[in-house]
């Protein structure tokens, strides 16, 4: 927009804005006019004063016809018709009472035309009224409308205003160079641009590379865990083993630990004791309900049996104590508690045997049946 329609429209704001104020003074004019219903009011008043006259004048006329009909009765008491005319004649003068009635009559005709002009003039100076204000409201909405229209253009002719200085910025940096001198920037940017892709892909494959590492040193660190685990493992073991300081009892524990690998993790070894004194083993067993050995004829369904009987049992923890001879590692007795069935008769081969694989194989064997 150029400054000749600026200014244009900065006039069209100034006449509408006295326009505004030509409305302001129409609208105190209508105040006026509201002052001149009131007086209207008054009239009405007046007109209600005239009404209560006619009120009070119908009253003396009921009050004469009463008065009158007192006299018919009367009659009857009056002895000649001559009495009873010159009687009226003194208590009433009948051509006062019409004349003053038409009077009276014509006085309220009179107040009632007027009342009905009031009327008449109230209701037509309130249609004016009215019209007046629902024009000015009109005109009002249209002088609103106007200004919000034109200050729209006023923010779009300053957003216009920036454009152009933002395009003579512009124009003042690029107005001294040269077809040769752009293609030279533009050769410099797009070698720029060429320069940061390389460096992209470059952090791209740095960023593959350290991933891999990660990952690298997330499986060497499981590796750790598991080699930690197992050493400990060994060390509690050679631990263990050391503070038995006997080979029949290291021969024992060896026998229990080699029939207890043949089952699955729902039968461990959950502790072992060594009492110097009787030179015995006490084995506690954690026994799952539902598990099987490993050498079932399906191993897969049955560990998928197991593990599914198994979630909701209790374990059982059964306790075998066995007591060695301190010279020649025989099985001297064998004690086992909460087994939940009989094993007195393995107790008995596995003495006649002296085989502790063969007594821990069958006492679970028939522990784990006992406990489907």
């Known amino acids: 927009m150029d400054p000749e329609s600026t200014k244009r429209s900065i006039e069209q704001c100034s006449v509408l804005t006295s326009e505004f104020q030509n409305s302001r003074l129409y609208i105190h004019g209508l105040q006026e006019e509201f002052l001149v219903e009131n ?18 004048i119908d009253g003396d006329l009921q009050y004469y016809k009463s008065h009158f009909d007192k006299l018919a009765i009367s009659y009857t008491e009056l ?29 309220a005709a009179i107040a009632r035309k007027q009342e009905e002009e009031i009327d008449l003039a109230v209701v037509q100076l ?63 940017q797009t070698q720029q641009l060429h320069q940061l892709h390389q460096d ?25 865990v598991s080699q930690r685990i197992q050493l400990e ?36 070894l959950a ?14 067993y954690r026994i799952l309900p539902g598990s099987g050995p490993v050498h ?10 197991a593990s599914s ?24 007795s064998v004690n086992i508690e909460n087994a939940g069935c009989d094993v007195k008769d393995i107790i008995q081969v596995a003495k006649a045997r002296n085989d502790i694989s063969f007594l821990v194989t069958e006492t679970l064997d028939r522990v784990m049946k006992a406990h489907p």
Request: with cysteine.
């Open 296 to 305: 079932t004829a399906n191993p897969g369904i049955s560990a998928q049996a």
């Open 233 to 268: 493992s060994q060390a509690k073991e050679a631990f263990r083993m050391s503070a038995l300081r006997r080979p029949e009892i290291e021969y024992a524990y060896k026998e229990c630990l080699a029939a207890t690998k043949q089952y699955q993790d729902g039968v461990g």
């Open 79 to 107: 002895a000649t018709k001559e009495r009873f005319l010159t009687f009226i004649a003194e208590e009433i003068p009948l051509n006062m009472t019409l004349e003053s009635n038409q009077k009276m009559e014509a006085k």
């Open 126 to 188: 309130q249609r004016e009224i009215t019209e007046t204000a629902e024009g000015a409201c009109r005109d009002y909405d249209e002088i609103h409308q106007g200004i919000l229209e034109l200050t729209k253009a006023l923010k779009h002719i300053q957003t216009m205003e920036r454009e152009l200085a933002e395009m003579r910025k512009m124009d003042e940096q690029y107005r001294g160079m040269t077809l040769e001198h752009s293609q030279e920037v533009l050769a410099a």
């Open 271 to 284: 502790s072992i004791q060594y009492l110097t004194d009787s030179n015995s083993l006490i084995l506690e």
């Open 200 to 224: 992209l892909d470059e952090m791209t494959a740095e960023t593959e590379n350290l991933k891999w590492q990660e990952s690298q040193l997330k499986e060497s660190n499981q590796k750790v």
């Open 39 to 56: 007086e209207l009011a008054k009239l009405e008043a007046v007109s209600g004063g005239a009404a209560l006259a006619l009120t009070r």
């Open 309 to 332: 009987r198994t979630r909701t049992r209790k374990p059982v923890l059964m306790q075998i104590l066995i007591k060695i001879h301190p010279r020649s590692g025989r099985l001297l």
